[in-house]
């Protein structure tokens, strides 16, 4: 089983907090784009391990690809790669992109889930992010996309953003529930070195929330959700049953991944990653010559083994002992035991026969407890 990733680094504007790789660019240069990237999957299809189940779009911003583009990317996939046997095909979107011609277009191509940035359903948070999309966009794109069948949306909330009252979360939260859309995923606002957000705060002219605050926040994120039925999988990651992201599951549980496109990072499943360099003439130059841009990394068994510990102690799953001594023996599943045994004294994390998973308590402390449990240096 594998899955497939596609970076689209294209966006209008750049909002304050973000640091992924994407820029402004016209027509042309996407057209390059796509067929670099189409490119690149022919001569990487090799890599890849078992059937592909899931092939997700993200960016950037994909939505920005006109129509033909679109298509064209697609088409160009599957004729590189075999997907015959895909379960989840996701794409991302902006709001204010989302047409009931470009859904057309996605359902035609095999698109089953859309996952859309809506961030905050109130236009003074989103104006204070540099969005470009209004609450209202946003709400007009769930009814868009549910009236072209998709069955399957997603969005993407954030939380503890400078004057975001606990109030004001909790209307945003509630108003996610009462969408009714399938799967939400929350992150707490982060300041990222060299991002505008990071310089506001070095200037003074914003300040970070209170962290009692930002916990509240989740808090009543957890709550509000679980209330609403649906199913706090992972710790950021809220899905109606049956309706876990597919995609993202597979990198939590250590599946094989190709990442295509300028940026995009793939794993083999053992202990091999690679990257793609994040600059769009590298990237593409190396393809137009027929060279593989992409850098190899051998990971440590020591990263191997943290890898394992925090990706599955994020999901509701939890870490099996039995297969972490299956892939790094019996010494270190003894040493995992005697780490872990003060956290299940103190209750932010609780075992169930080999199964260890953060409590809910632990959940808020998470990154504290998780990096106490990794490998010995
Ligand atoms: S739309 Fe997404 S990728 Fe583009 S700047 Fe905003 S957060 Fe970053």
Known sequence: MAGIYVHIPFCKRKCIYCDFYSLACGSAMMDRYVSAVVKEAGLRSGELVGEV?????????????????????????????????LQEFTVEVNPDDVTTDLIDAYKATGVNRVSMGVQSFDDQDLRFINRRHTARQALDAVRVMRQGDIQNISIDLIYGMPGQTLDKWRRNVDMAA????????????????????WRMRERGEVKEVEEELAVRMYEVLVEQLQQAGYMHYEI??????????????????????????????????????SFNPADMERYMGGLEAGVLPCE????????????????????????DVEELERRFGHAEVELFRAKAERFLENGT?????????????????????????????
């Open 349 to 377: 994390m609780e075992r169930e026969d080999s199964v260890y998973r953060l409590a809910r308590s632990g959940v808020m402390v998470s990154n504290d407890v998780i990096s106490e449990l990794f490998a010995d240096p």
């Open 53 to 85: 189940r899931t092939l997700y779009v993200g960016g950037g911003t994909p939505s920005l690809l006109e129509k033909p583009q679109f298509i064209g990317l697609i088409d160009g996939l599957s004729h590189a790669l075999d997907l015959s046997k």
């Open 296 to 319: 190899r990394e051998q990971l440590g068994l020591a990263e191997q083994y943290d890898e394992m510990v925090m990706l599955a102690l994020r999901t509701s799953r939890g870490l």
């Open 178 to 197: 009462s969408l009714g859309v399938q799967h939400i995923s929350a992150y707490c606002l982060s300041y990222e070195e060299g991002t505008p957000l």
């Open 236 to 273: 950021s990651n809220f899905a109606l049953p049956g309706f876990e992201s597919k995609h993202n599951s597979s990198y939590w549980d250590g599946t094989p991944y190709l990442g295509l496109g300028a940026a995009a990072h793939s794993y083999d499943g053992g202990a091999v990653r």
